[in-house]
């Protein structure tokens, strides 16, 4: 009964011009998903459909809501909520808001400058297919979507003291991917079996799901051990360590991760010697100096960034490693690259995905 009073005084008290003749923006990805449901499937578990939902996101969130008096909405939600740049729902009260970076968000970019999105909702929906005319919809062809800048609008962050945070785009324009036409799709969205529409599709698709294959993971770090070298008492080793699969630095995106080398000098029974680790990182600085170590405090407190020795897109480098506790005992030196994650959620937790690995016998 009470629910049926606060109904009607809403209808009351809303202009009808406006809630009679505004329709919704956007559609729902269940709605999207009756026809597409191999893309559909694909994107609800991606972190694109988790944006807004994912407690990773929510934690830093809720932080920097309170310690802005909730000015943060503006700022962190037309990336993770992105559908609130028309809607306006910085409340996040809509459905369509907590769905993140929703379908018909996408698929109604008309285009992207200078990370400026240009939106047009409505029947049309844009892709990178030129030859689709679906009775069910208006359909359009949009360069953005077969290029880097469908993404650049949102990976690539300069924050508003003018600290670069987290910029993957910017990263990829200065790269020989770029001058050879490789596209963030060519690499995160790939052709895969699915069915384009439930009927009247064709039989391929592109990836939704914009993770990585732990494939194109292990291939994106190699990592070499040269031969290792006595030297005044130590043992001397030299490690390459190449940036060979991905078309920006690694890491790459927000500063909480870090490309780790790690070497174990081994002797023969296998027992570690030694350990050197090298870390690979962008530091980022608040005011007074401060590392911020969150993504959240990194984009909104990030003043200057200190240091930054994350390996760039092809690049190689060559680290050596001086090992001195018992070096007549070494006969392995191995090495470990991997990545380090480590995320607040309700307390600091590490995630560590390794890339490569590689032995080589001291002689
Ligand atoms: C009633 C079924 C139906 C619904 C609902 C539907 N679509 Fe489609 N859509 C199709 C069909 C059929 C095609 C044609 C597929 C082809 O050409 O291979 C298509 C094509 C497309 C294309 C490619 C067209 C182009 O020229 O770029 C996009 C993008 C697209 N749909 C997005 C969406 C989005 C986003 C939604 C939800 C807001 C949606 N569709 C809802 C049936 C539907
Ligand atoms: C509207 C903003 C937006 C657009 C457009 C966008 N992204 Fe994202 N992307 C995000 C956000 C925000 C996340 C992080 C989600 C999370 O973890 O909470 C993300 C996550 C990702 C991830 C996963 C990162 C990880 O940690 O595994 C990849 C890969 C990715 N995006 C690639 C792309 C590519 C490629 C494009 C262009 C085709 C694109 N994105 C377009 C905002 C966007
Ligand atoms: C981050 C932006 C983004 C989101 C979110 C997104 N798409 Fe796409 N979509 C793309 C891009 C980019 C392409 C073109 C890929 C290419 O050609 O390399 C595409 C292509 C398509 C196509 C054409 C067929 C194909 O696979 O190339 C359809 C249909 C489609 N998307 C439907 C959907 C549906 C349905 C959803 C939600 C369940 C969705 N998309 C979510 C960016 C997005
Ligand atoms: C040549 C292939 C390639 C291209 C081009 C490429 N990427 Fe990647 N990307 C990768 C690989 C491999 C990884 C995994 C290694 C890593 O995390 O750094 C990755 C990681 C990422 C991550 C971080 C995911 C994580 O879990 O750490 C994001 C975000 C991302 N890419 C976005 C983009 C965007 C946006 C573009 C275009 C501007 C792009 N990528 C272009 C191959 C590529
Ligand atoms: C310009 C777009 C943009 C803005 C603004 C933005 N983010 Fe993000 N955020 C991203 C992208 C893109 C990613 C994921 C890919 C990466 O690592 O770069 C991400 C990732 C994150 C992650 C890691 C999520 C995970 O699943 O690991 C957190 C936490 C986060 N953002 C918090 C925030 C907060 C809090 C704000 C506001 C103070 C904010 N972001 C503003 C684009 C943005």
Same mark, same amino acid.
Not at 3 to 18: K, M, N, Q
Not at 198 to 220: C, F, K, P, W
Not at 301 to 321: A, I, M, W
């Given at each position: 009964?009470?629910r049926? $009073?606060v109904? #009607?005084? $809403?209808?009351?008290?809303v202009p009808p011009?406006?809630?009679?003749?505004?329709p919704?923006p956007f559609?729902a990805?269940?709605?999207?998903?009756?026809?597409?449901?191999?893309?559909?499937?694909n994107?609800?578990?991606?972190?694109h459909?988790?944006?807004?939902?994912?407690?990773?996101?929510?934690?830093a969130?809720?932080?920097?809501y309170?310690?802005?008096?909730?000015k943060?909405?503006?700022?962190? $939600?037309?990336c993770?909520a992105?559908?609130?740049?028309?809607t306006?729902?910085y409340?996040?009260?809509?459905?369509?808001?907590?769905?993140?970076?929703?379908?018909?968000?996408?698929?109604?970019?008309?285009?992207?400058?200078n990370g400026?999105?240009t939106l047009?909702?409505?029947d049309?929906?844009?892709s990178?297919?030129?030859?689709?005319?679906?009775?069910?919809?208006?359909?359009?062809?949009?360069e953005?979507f077969?290029t880097?800048?469908?993404?650049?609008g949102c990976?690539?962050?300069t924050?508003?003291?003018?600290?670069?945070v987290?910029?993957?785009?910017e990263?990829?324009?200065?790269?020989?991917?770029?001058?050879?036409?490789?596209?963030?799709?060519?690499?995160?969205?790939?052709?895969?079996?699915g069915?384009?529409?439930?009927e009247?599709?064709r039989?391929?698709?592109?990836d939704?799901?914009l993770?990585h294959s732990?494939?194109?993971?292990l291939?994106a #770090?190699? %990592?070499?051990?040269?031969?290792? %070298?006595?030297?005044n008492?130590a #043992?001397l080793?030299?490690v390459?360590l190449?940036?060979a699969?991905?078309g920006?630095?690694?890491?790459?995106?927000?500063?909480?991760?870090?490309?780790?080398?790690? #070497?174990?000098? $081994?002797d023969?029974?296998?027992? %570690?010697v030694?350990?050197?680790?090298k870390?690979y990182?962008?530091?980022?600085?608040?005011?007074k100096g401060?590392e911020?170590?969150?993504?959240g405090?990194?984009?909104l407190?990030?003043k200057?960034?200190s240091?930054d020795?994350?390996?760039?897109p092809?690049?190689?480098r060559?680290?050596t490693?001086?090992?001195?506790?018992?070096p007549k005992d070494?006969v392995?030196?191995a090495?470990?690259a991997y990545?380090?994650?480590?995320? %607040?959620v309700?307390?600091?937790?590490?995630m560590?995905?390794?890339?490569?690995?590689?032995?080589?016998n001291?002689?």
């Amino acid at each position: 009964m009470i629910r049926h $009073l606060v109904f #009607v005084f $809403l209808i009351l008290a809303v202009p009808p011009a406006v809630s009679a003749k505004t329709p919704p923006p956007f559609t729902a990805a269940a709605t999207c998903g009756a026809c597409h449901a191999d893309h559909y499937g694909n994107w609800k578990n991606s972190l694109h459909a988790l944006s807004y939902a994912n407690p990773i996101f929510q934690a830093a969130y809720q932080k920097a809501y309170a310690e802005t008096s909730g000015k943060a909405a503006q700022f962190c $939600l037309p990336c993770h909520a992105p559908t609130v740049r028309l809607t306006g729902d910085y409340g996040a009260k809509d459905e369509i808001t907590r769905e993140g970076i929703t379908c018909d968000f996408c698929h109604s970019v008309a285009d992207v400058k200078n990370g400026a999105f240009t939106l047009k909702t409505g029947d049309v929906k844009r892709s990178a297919l030129k030859d689709s005319a679906p009775k069910e919809h208006g359909a359009a062809y949009g360069e953005a979507f077969a290029t880097a800048r469908l993404c650049s609008g949102c990976h690539d962050f300069t924050n508003r003291l003018g600290t670069k945070v987290g910029n993957t785009y910017e990263e990829w324009t200065k790269s020989q991917y770029r001058t050879d036409g490789v596209q963030c799709q060519h690499c995160h969205m790939t052709a895969m079996p699915g069915k384009t529409a439930r009927e009247n599709g064709r039989d391929s698709i592109h990836d939704h799901s914009l993770g990585h294959s732990m494939e194109q993971m292990l291939g994106a #770090v190699r %990592v070499e051990t040269k031969e290792p %070298v006595w030297m005044n008492g130590a #043992v001397l080793a030299d490690v390459l360590l190449v940036n060979a699969g991905a078309g920006h630095a690694i890491p790459t995106g927000t500063p909480a991760r870090t490309l780790v080398l790690e #070497v174990h000098a $081994l002797d023969a029974s296998g027992k %570690v010697v030694e350990v050197k680790k090298k870390m690979y990182r962008k530091r980022i600085l608040n005011n007074k100096g401060e590392e911020m170590l969150t993504d959240g405090d990194a984009f909104l407190y990030g003043k200057k960034v200190s240091s930054d020795n994350r390996l760039l897109p092809g690049e190689s480098r060559l680290e050596t490693f001086r090992f001195t506790v018992r070096p007549k005992d070494i006969v392995k030196i191995a090495a470990e690259a991997y990545l380090s994650y480590q995320p %607040v959620v309700i307390t600091k937790t590490e995630m560590k995905i390794p890339l490569f690995s590689a032995t080589v016998n001291v002689k």
